[in-house]
Nanobody, 123 residues
């Protein structure tokens, strides 16, 4: 089966930077859109940024100009560079991928999620 694993979450001071990474495992045929979501306590999970296979990016208004999403299709990974972090950026960040993969039953399509990585912005 396919697995997504996030890394890079940490405690950082306001104004600081972090780089989140998401790696994939499994027999993956292709990945269309990859994205990062975040969920703060008591709030819904919201889209932070997405990137298509063609490289088209989309950002939430709250992070435009501060965050940058990128992907490496050779490695099936996606990264999120986060700069000028604010306390309101604190949340669990989740990796998401719309992908085709192989299992015992052949080629499958699924939207996969990682387990999340905690980002805390505090002085």
């Amino acid at each position: 089966q396919v697995k997504l694993v996030e890394s890079g979450g940490a405690l950082v001071q306001p104004g600081g930077s972090l780089r989140l990474s998401c790696t994939t495992s499994g027999v993956i045929f292709s990945i269309s859109t990859m994205a990062w979501y975040r969920q703060a306590p008591g709030k819904e999970r919201d889209l932070v940024a997405s990137i298509t296979r063609g490289g088209t990016t989309n950002y939430a208004d709250a992070v435009k100009g501060r965050f940058a999403i990128s992907r490496d299709d050779a490695k099936n990974t996606v990264n999120l560079e986060m700069n000028s972090l604010k306390p309101e950026d604190s949340a669990v960040y989740y990796c998401n991928a719309d992908l085709y993969y192989y299992n015992d039953y052949g080629l499958q399509n699924s939207v996969a999620w990682g387990q999340g990585t905690q980002v805390t912005v505090s002085s």
